[in-house]
């Protein structure tokens, strides 16, 4: 099956340091998303990428589809203590008409020194 | 609008005990997800509804576990005969039909003692 491997684990960065985080996908995708976990909560949309090479931001994240569609990218900019949480990718192959499960990375957990 | 609800939060039971877990989606998604998220673990896909489709339960881990969805809105995940394995938190996602964004609900963490 698809595998998707999400890095680093984790990451230990002061107030106002910017951050990045990658995913990368053995096979192809056609729809990457990336989603933040607070403890307790479920995890949260923050942006979805639909093409190859599309470059997203939702306010200080920005976020990347790779041009070989076997990777994503998440970028940070001036971290804040409320940026404390879990990161995940996710993955889907299914495209068109139909909906389909996604694969998920395992996450990066998001440690912020004030 | 009102998000993907899920009870109970939190359940503790014994090993051996039968549990169910309720999903109520967004209202208009015709499309629900059970997913397992074990401690410090991704997100495990369990099973898939799509409207009157025939459920994809390609992810449920044993004959244990099953799942309805009744008049295409809520959700019951059906535990049987728990075992302390089973524990984890349970999240359910739904979506429109033919987006790729799904939204989350808090989760029911699951003890099994």
């Known amino acids: 099956g698809q595998q998707l491997n999400q890095s680093p684990q984790s990451m230990f960065i002061q107030e106002g340091e910017d951050v990045s985080m990658n995913c990368t996908s053995s096979s192809i995708f056609n729809t990457w998303l990336w989603y933040k976990q607070d403890p307790g909560e479920g995890p949260v949309l923050l942006i979805a990428l639909y093409k190859a090479g599309e470059l997203t931001s939702n306010g200080r994240l920005t976020a990347q589809f790779g041009i070989t569609r076997k990777d994503s990218f998440l970028n940070i900019s001036a971290s804040i203590p409320s940026d404390v949480g879990i990161y995940f990718c996710a993955g889907q192959l299914s495209s068109g008409g139909s909906n389909y499960k996604l694969t998920f990375g395992k996450g990066t957990l998001l440690t912020v020194n004030p | ?113």
């Open chain 2, 1 to 113: 609008g009102a998000g993907v609800s899920q009870s109970p939060s939190n359940k503790v039971t014994e090993k051996g005990k039968d549990v169910e877990l309720r999903c109520d989606p967004i209202s208009g998604h015709t499309a629900l997800y059970w997913y397992r998220q074990s401690l410090g673990q991704g997100l495990e896909f369990l099973i898939y509804f799509q409207g009157n489709s025939a459920p994809d339960k390609s992810g449920l881990p044993s004959d244990r576990f099953s799942a309805e969805r009744t008049g295409g809105s809520v959700s019951t995940l059906t535990i049987q005969r728990t075992q302390q394995e089973d524990s984890a938190v349970y999240l359910c996602a739904s979506s429109v039909t033919g987006l790729a964004e799904q939204y989350f609900g808090p989760g029911t963490r699951l003890t099994v003692t």
